[in-house]
């Protein structure tokens, strides 16, 4: 008898096991193809987003607003929300590998007349303990607390990615903000000087040394400059707004940073971005993304198992007698073995084994697509910040030439050689030139930020 049952569990096993590989067997592999190098020519295994973003962003203020946003920020702060959620539910899906135990407590007074042949009352009492357990024949509880597990630890790469993506909001803004200062820096300075050539021009025109035409030509450009200051002060206004919004504050948050401070371009020539490998280990929306995918595949071992029949062991204990006084000398106990399996379901459990494989495929193709723009993300980054020092240099050697313009131009209208509008051409030029820098600069740090969260730094604790 005992080889029989042997046999049997022996059988059982068999089965189980082997329906864990047909559960998935149509779940394809995801085919990333990926590159040998993120970079052409770049094949270091170092990367910048080893960093820490404390380390990578040295700027004291830019780190205070971090920490800050990190504490703060509504979006983060429903991403540790989602973690929690979804590791009460892995929790939850665990606990289907134990035994449920429930009690029940009853009293009724069953009163019957049969074809009038006189009225009966039957009174029941009842206490039990009911105790159930189903055994995982086929693998369903093991897919679900796989796909439970999958969840949680995608909603922990969700937040990390989360982080990752508040940390560069922030970093960008914080650029957008100083560039903004520095361009109404720019614009001060650059009305300071005009309203010095107005005073100028009009003194040289009261003196007859100058038509008036010049005088009015001075009061044009002190006009036109002073012109820009409320755009840029509304755009610092706006900026600021969003930068209380990522740091989860209301507008009576005082910004404390420097006022007055440049843009100084203290960046590295040379970044490694590392290998093609490093993007799928480090970059927390791929690893989501992975996890979602196992998910996916968990949900067709689901769907695939809950075709079979399910065997369910129950046992019942308690007193069940129709005298409440002489309730606990009566017990009553009861073990069932019961299985329940579906017969005539006219293919809904097929069907849903089959939409489960087509939820794989979008999942898996979601994936593969995600890598692609990962790769695209990562090369565009860092294409943008080569770019951006090249642009750099070229509009740092633009405001040097202008300056140089600007004062032979001063120096040749003092002894009369060209006209006041050559002059005022010549500071036109010199301002252009120093926006144009400041907004280069801005670039560059922003292009920087972006390589950074592109590769996948930001997001450690």
Same mark, same amino acid.
């Given at each position: ?37 993120? *970079? ?60 449920? *135990? ?117 009061? *044009? ?118 299985? *329940? ?121």
């Amino acid at each position: 008898m005992r080889v029989i049952q042997y046999i049997s569990l022996c059988v059982v096993l068999c089965i189980a096991l082997s329906s864990c590989g047909v559960a998935v067997k149509m779940c394809k592999e995801p085919q990333l193809n990926m590159p040998t190098e993120i *970079v052409e020519g770049q094949l270091d295994s170092l990367t910048i987003a080893d960093l820490k973003w404390w380390e990578f962003y040295g700027d004291k203020t830019l780190c205070k607003f971090i920490t800050h946003a990190l504490e703060n920020n509504k979006d983060i702060l429903a991403a540790a929300a989602k973690v929690e959620q979804s590791r009460e539910l892995n929790k939850s899906a665990r606990a289907a590998w134990f035994p449920k *135990v429930g009690a029940s407590v009853m009293a009724d007074n069953e009163i019957e007349n049969y074809t009038n042949k006189g009225r009966t009352e039957t009174p029941q009492f009842d206490v039990k303990l009911d105790l159930s357990w189903e055994v995982d024949l086929w693998g369903n509880i093991k897919w679900t607390t796989r796909k439970a597990a999958a969840e949680y630890l995608a909603s922990v790469e969700a937040q990390r990615a989360m982080r990752m993506t508040i940390i560069a909001e922030v970093a960008t803004t914080y650029f957008q903000l100083l560039a903004l200062e520095n361009e109404l820096l720019i614009v001060n300075r650059t009305l300071q000087t005009r309203s010095e050539g107005v005073q100028q021009a009009k003194l040289r025109y009261e003196g007859g040394l100058t038509s008036e035409t010049v005088y009015q030509q001075a009061k *044009v450009e002190y006009a036109a400059t002073a012109a820009l200051i409320p755009a840029i002060e509304t755009q610092i206004e706006v900026t600021k707004n969003s930068l209380k919004v990522l740091m989860g504050e209301y507008s009576n948050f005082e910004l404390e940073y420097a006022r007055m401070k440049v843009l100084d371009r203290d960046i590295p020539t040379e970044l490694p971005v590392g290998l093609p490998s490093d993007l799928l280990t480090r970059r927390p929306d791929l690893r989501e993304a992975e996890q979602g995918l196992k998910a996916a595949t968990a949900a067709v071992g689901i769907a695939y198992t809950d075709r079979f029949p399910k065997l369910v062991i129950g046992l019942t204990g308690g007193w069940e007698n129709g005298s409440l006084v002489d309730l606990f000398s009566a017990p009553y106990g009861l073990v069932t073995g019961k299985l *329940v399996a579906p017969l005539f379901e006219f293919g809904r459990r097929k069907a849903k084994y089959e939409a489960a494989i087509q939820a794989y495929d979008v999942a898996r193709l979601n994936y593969e697509k995600r890598v692609l723009m990962a790769f695209k993300e990562t090369n565009d980054a860092y294409v943008r910040y080569h770019n951006a020092r090249k642009a750099t240099e070229l509009k740092n050697n633009l405001r040097e030439a202008a300056l140089k313009y600007v004062e032979l131009a001063t120096f040749q209208y003092k002894y009369g050689d060209i006209k006041y509008i050559n002059v005022l051409d010549a500071q036109r030029s010199y301002f252009d030139s120093q926006i144009g820098l400041a907004n280069a600069v801005r670039d560059e740090y922003i292009a920087l930020v972006q390589l950074y969260k592109s590769l996948g730094g930001g997001w450690e604790e």
